[in-house]
């Protein structure tokens, strides 16, 4: 892409930003930064070698340092969890953040299954949507639902109360 064309977001980015209108999630702006410091901690084991205590991986570098990034969106958009779209793998994303929950947006025509491309997870963890139903309410219903974030519908009745209408001008 050169400077001139405009960013085209991908199927997940886009669904990213819709699971961020919702009232349940905070879109965390696209951006490099947990790519970069995964790369940035494996080039420098060696020297980061006293900051990676033994337990639980998603308490170590990068892990923990980008989970206070996501605590802090979600802080300041006053919403209770994050969503985001990364270039990592699964597996590796799996292993930093032992309890998160991933959504793979996947061609289903040009990709191998999943079998032969993503260690199994246990159960509640993973949910692919085809590249084709991204833009779909079913789509993102579906999602929400995997996610434990489902719409209540909510009817307010105020028949019984009175309220002020304004006057025509």
């Known amino acids: 892409m050169t ?9 997940a980015e ?8 919702t009232p349940f999630l905070c879109a965390v702006p696209g ?21 990676m205590l033994p337990g639980d991986p998603g308490s170590r570098p990068p892990a923990s340092w980008y ?10 958009s006053a919403k209770p969890r994050t969503v985001e779209f990364s270039g990592l793998a699964v597996d590796r994303l799996s292993e930093m953040f032992p309890s998160c929950q991933f959504i793979l ?9 999943r079998s032969r491309r993503i260690p199994p997870l246990p159960p509640g963890r993973l949910l ?7 833009d779909d309410d079913a789509t993102l219903d579906r999602i929400l639902a995997f ?8 009817i307010i009745d105020l028949a019984d109360r009175p309220h002020a209408v304004p006057a025509p001008r």
Do not use: Y
Not at 14 to 21: F, I, N, P
Not at 105 to 113: C, Q, T
């Open 128 to 134: 692919e949507v085809p590249t084709t139903t991204v």
């Open 105 to 113: 947006v996947r061609n289903f025509d040009h990709l191998p299954a």
């Open 14 to 21: 886009e669904l990213t930003r819709r699971l961020g209108e």
């Open 67 to 76: 989970r206070d990034v996501q605590a802090e969106h979600a802080r300041r």
């Open 147 to 154: 996610l434990g974030e489902g719409w209540t519908e909510t």
């Open 3 to 11: 400077a001139t064309e405009p960013w085209i977001p991908t199927d």
């Open 31 to 51: 951006k490099r930064l947990l790519r970069d410091l995964v790369e940035a901690v494996s080039r420098s084991q060696r020297d980061s070698a006293p900051l």
